[in-house]
């Protein structure tokens, strides 16, 4: 009874709403893209990137969980006018779970074949995707500033930033890196990885950089 369409309800979910359908968009084609350069190496080289990309998705797990929390936080506290302890649930999920992949980063630098067995134990396979996993380290310890404050920056409905930051990351960094790196080096197949590894410093910092500034506690939903 009573129910009829709220056009300023519908255009403020869609304005948040878009650019993060957008972000998602985004990473996925960056993904697919690299799923393309490393295609010409053969199987065992795409078998590796998959099972590392299991391995990643596993270890973003927490990271997810601590983001989402974060985000919440922070959303909630924006609300209460308390936008010091806002910035602050950020920083301290951002950190814990920096923490925690640093402690994952050590495990698989040490025990990256062990931990590659468990999926594929044949020799060539387990070569490759060790190596890939080890310089993936790079970007797993920064990986918390680029999950959480994502989350957070999304939460407090600053969906147009992460978009922009995605875009660049992926399409002006990570994509043509990709196609320079394994054309045109001696890098080969491990040339995707570093391109990945870049592009998650570059969007780890641009998320860090936009965080600090507090511009995003202006955002009004």
């Known amino acids: 009874s009573g129910f009829r369409p709220d056009a300023n309800m519908i255009w403020r979910i869609v304005k948040i709403g878009v ?3 957008i972000t998602g968009v985004e990473t996925q084609f960056g993904q697919l893209a690299i799923t393309w350069f490393i295609a ?3 199987t065992v080289a795409v078998a590796a990137h998959s099972v590392i990309q299991r391995v990643q998705q596993f270890m973003q797990m927490p ?14 506290n924006l609300g209460a006018n308390q936008p010091e302890r806002a910035e602050k649930s950020g920083w301290i999920g951002a950190t814990i779970y920096s923490s925690i992949m640093v402690v994952s980063a050590i495990v698989l630098w040490f025990w990256a074949e062990n931990v590659i067995r468990i999926f594929n134990s044949q020799p060539e396979l387990v070569k490759v995707a060790a190596a890939f996993i080890r310089i993936q380290i790079v970007a797993y310890l920064v990986f918390g500033y680029a999950v959480v404050l ?4 999304t939460s407090t409905g600053n ?3 992460t978009a922009v930051v995605v875009l660049i990351s992926t ?10 790196l ?3 080096t001696g890098l080969g197949v491990y040339g995707a990885r570093w391109a990945i590894v870049t592009s998650t410093l570059v969007t780890a910092a641009s998320y860090a950089i936009y965080f600090r500034t507090g511009r995003w506690k202006r955002k009004t939903l």
């Not at 990271?63 to 909630?76: D, K, N, R, T």
């Not at 399409?171 to 320079?180: E, G, K, S």
């Open 19 to 21: 650019p993060a359908s």
């Open 40 to 42: 010409p190496f053969g």
């Open 63 to 76: 990271g997810q969980g601590l983001g989402q929390a974060s985000g919440i936080m922070a959303a909630q």
């Open 150 to 153: 994502q989350q957070c920056l």
């Open 159 to 161: 969906t147009i930033v």
């Open 171 to 180: 399409f002006a960094v990570q994509i043509p890196l990709a196609f320079f």
């Open 182 to 184: 394994t054309q045109y």
